[in-house]
């Protein structure tokens, strides 16, 4: 029973070990770990922006490091990334607004943009 | 009411709120136009000089800018809310959020510094 618990025994918001896992549930934690992945890319691409804009060398350098190893990782990583967080984010907004409000409509929405976002990450790899 | 650490509703909550709504929106529309570049330039469709005649451009200093600061304030509403969620005590949590802020605020007048400075 949740009120026998002890004070510091009680579960915090949000109740990764309690709940049974969801579309949704899948889909929220998933906008959460991209966001974070996002902000941490931020540094990186403003490396690539200052060795884009920089001189000749610094260009050619960028560009031959974006085509390395590393760099394609770090292009998938953020494009799955990116697209993940835009198509749900597009989702969230639509909920906000009164959209796929329903139970179903909120299952069905997310397992759409897992599966779109799966589909992109496998292109990204062909394509890159 | 007594294990309620901050209040939520009708305090400050809808401002966060709304701010990561109204910021997400300016993404939607502006997050797309760096993307596109960084792929062309990747594919090689994009050569430097095109690229800066792009970037160079009055409209996209204004438009980077504007980029800029949605992307802040999303990532700052979006890393508090992860913060407040996961760290409970307020000695941890103020203190990071806060360090977080300055950092933020660091990398964007690094990031507007860059984009003004071209010449």
């Not at chain 2, 809808?14 to 529309?29: C, E, F, K, P, T």
């Not at chain 2, 690229?51 to 802040?72: E, F, G, K, M, Q």
């Amino acid at each position: 029973m949740q009120h026998q618990l002890k004070r510091e025994e009680r579960p915090l918001s949000p109740r990764l070990g309690i709940y049974r896992w969801h579309a949704t549930m899948i889909a929220s934690l998933a906008h959460r770990a991209s966001g974070l992945a996002l902000v941490l890319f931020v540094p990186i691409y403003l490396w690539l922006l200052r060795g884009m804009t920089g001189s000749t060398e610094q260009f050619d350098a960028t560009l031959l490091w974006l085509h390395s190893g590393w760099g394609k990782i770090f292009l998938w990583l953020m494009g799955v990334a990116l697209v993940y967080h835009f198509i749900n984010g597009i989702r969230f907004l639509c909920i906000d607004s009164g959209w796929f409000e329903s139970r179903a409509g909120l299952r069905n929405t997310a397992m759409a943009v897992i599966a779109t976002a799966a589909v992109a990450a496998l292109l990204l790899l062909v394509l890159l | 009411m007594r294990t309620v650490k901050e209040p939520g509703s009708a305090h400050s909550g809808l401002s966060d709120w709304y701010w990561q709504r109204l910021s997400a929106v300016v993404l939607l529309l502006l997050l797309p136009l760096p993307f596109f570049l960084l792929v062309s330039v990747y594919g090689g469709s994009l050569n430097q000089q095109a690229l800066l005649d792009i970037i160079d451009h009055i409209y996209s200093r204004v438009l980077h800018t504007i980029l800029i600061l949605a992307l802040i304030i999303h990532a700052y509403a979006g890393l508090k809310v992860i913060l407040e969620d996961y760290i409970h005590r307020i000695f941890w949590r103020v203190p990071l959020i806060g360090a977080m802020l300055v950092m933020m605020t660091g990398f964007g007048i690094w990031w507007l510094s860059i984009i003004w400075a071209w010449a």
